[in-house]
């Protein structure tokens, strides 16, 4: 199998003049954004005198955290060309089983394992079917959503399981905190500069940009685009599970309606930071850029008292609007 060839050290003599820092910042999307998010924290503050209390920053990183280890592992799926509708179901899935073992006689830590195992599963079952039948990533992920979400109303009779006898060390993940910071928290920031470290700086995940931008010329190269595609399936799968898990600790009970809308939520966070629909660029930094923006646009909404269905309007206009925007970047780049 072929390698993928470095960069020259030195440049060209004809090539052109390397770009100063600071343009190179102001160019790039993340900066972007952190204005928006300051401009809308700015005016808030100015607006509602609930917004910039410490209940309320702690409620949004909380709501966020979460959720951005699923966007996590939307990124990268996206990034190799893939997408995934079923990551709300199986976050609640996970959720589900788990609390279920738990409910059986096993003890948390196994009925977790378990229940991220199986998840895990899922997502390899949904990459061999992209990889070796050739079924689209929409269509299969459409068809798991609705089965996970059968299985989760399946195990709990449509009722939330409560779970009032779990172990204060294993509560400890989701309502504990490291001096002042969430273990939410912790977790979430493990699993951004994992990730972000790995995406930038190995070759084994930049082979994902490879096969999101051509698939053909990066198999032609000597990349296994099908492993690179039932690798980055997988990975999203496990993570979602990940987040049911600490969602189930955080909460005390397992509810099979968890997650309902999370996928929208979760790939508009990943559009708006960068990730192409058509695959081969994004960022984890600028994906959890855009999931602070969607939290904090969210808790705004909620102060200013704004409609729960003017709120879905807003957030799916979001979306919208980052798609066309993406789309629009793709037909430039040509």
Not at 97 to 105: D, N
């Given at each position: ?12 003599p004809d090539a052109p003049a390397q770009k100063p820092f ?83 006689g096993l003890d948390p830590w196994t009925a977790s394992a ?61 309502q504990g905190s490291i001096g002042q910071i969430p273990v ?151």
């Amino acid at each position: 199998m072929s390698t993928i060839h470095s960069q020259s050290a030195a440049a060209p003599p004809d090539a052109p003049a390397q770009k100063p820092f600071w343009r190179n910042l102001l160019r790039a999307r993340e900066t972007g954004l952190v204005i928006i998010i300051a401009a809308l924290f700015i005016t808030m503050s100015l607006i509602s005198p609930y917004f910039l209390t410490v209940a309320n920053i702690r409620a949004m990183a909380m709501a966020f955290a979460v959720e951005s280890i699923v966007v996590v592992g939307m990124t990268i799926l996206l990034i190799s060309g893939g997408i995934d509708l079923s990551v709300g179901s199986v976050t609640a899935l996970a959720m589900v089983l788990a609390g279920w073992l738990f409910l059986s006689g096993l003890d948390p830590w196994t009925a977790s394992a378990l229940a991220i195992l199986v998840c895990t599963g899922i997502g390899a079952a949904m990459g061999l079917c992209v990889t070796r039948i050739g079924l689209h990533h929409f269509i299969v992920s459409l068809g798991v959503m609705v089965i996970a979400r059968g299985l989760c109303l399946l195990l709990t009779g449509g009722r939330p399981l409560g779970l009032y006898s779990l172990p204060p060390e294993f509560k400890f993940i989701g309502q504990g905190s490291i001096g002042q910071i969430p273990v939410v928290i912790c977790l979430f920031l493990v699993v951004v500069v994992v990730f972000d470290f790995l995406l930038r700086r190995t070759v084994m995940f930049r082979k994902v940009f490879y096969t999101g931008s051509n698939r053909k010329a990066a198999a032609y190269s000597g990349i296994r685009t099908d492993r690179v595609i039932f690798a980055t399936t997988t990975l999203c799968a496990a993570l979602a599970a990940v987040a049911g898990i600490i969602s189930m600790a955080r909460f005390g009970s397992a509810q099979p309606t968890f997650g309902i809308g999370m996928e929208l939520n979760v790939i508009a966070a990943a559009v708006i930071g960068g990730a192409s629909l058509s695959g081969g660029s994004g960022t984890i930094l600028g994906a959890i850029l855009g999931a602070i923006l969607l939290s904090v646009v969210s808790s705004s909404l909620a102060l200013l008292n704004v409609s729960v269905y003017w709120q879905d309007i807003i957030r799916g206009s979001i979306l919208l609007a980052a798609v066309v925007f993406d789309h629009y970047l793709v037909k430039k780049r040509g």
